[in-house]
């Protein structure tokens, strides 16, 4: 198989295609970006999370790690129907992505003492 003018010429309107649709191809695929990761740990101690706020944008995909540095907690946020359980000394690691807009309330699920209904805080999921 030789390389004549003809092939050459189709070469040279390929790569001429591909030069003109590179930008629209490249503007048509940034839309659909990877996803933020931002990670956050938050602990609990003495019936309070620290910190009592996270921020991030929606569709981030949110990696938590929830740690007790005295006794048993939870970690729950209705909203996105996440609960979990954080033993005593011990952390619990999930991730979930935080897919609508708005300000939620996370807290602690757990009634075996009083000062667990104290525990709250919010979740900010800024609109992109």
């Known amino acids: 198989m030789g390389f004549s003018r003809r092939t050459a010429g189709r070469l040279l309107v390929g790569a001429g295609a591909g030069l003109l649709a590179g930008p ?7 839309q659909d970006q990877a996803p933020n990761r931002p990670e956050f740990t ?3 101690r003495d019936f ?3 910190p009592g706020r996270i921020e991030v944008t929606q569709d981030d ?8 540095e005295d006794v048993s907690y939870s ?3 209705d909203e996105y129907r996440i609960a979990k359980r954080v033993p005593a000394g011990g952390s619990t690691t ?6 609508r ?6 807290y602690c699920n757990l009634t075996s003492e009083g000062g667990h209904s104290e525990m709250h805080g919010e979740l900010v999921v800024r609109a992109k």
């Open 24 to 30: 629209f191809v490249v503007r048509l695929f940034a």
């Open 42 to 44: 938050i602990v609990g």
């Open 48 to 50: 309070h999370y620290s």
């Open 61 to 68: 995909l949110v990696k938590l790690t929830v740690r007790s």
């Open 75 to 77: 970690f729950s946020i």
């Open 94 to 99: 999930f991730e979930f992505r935080a897919d």
């Open 101 to 106: 807009p708005g300000t939620f309330r996370f």
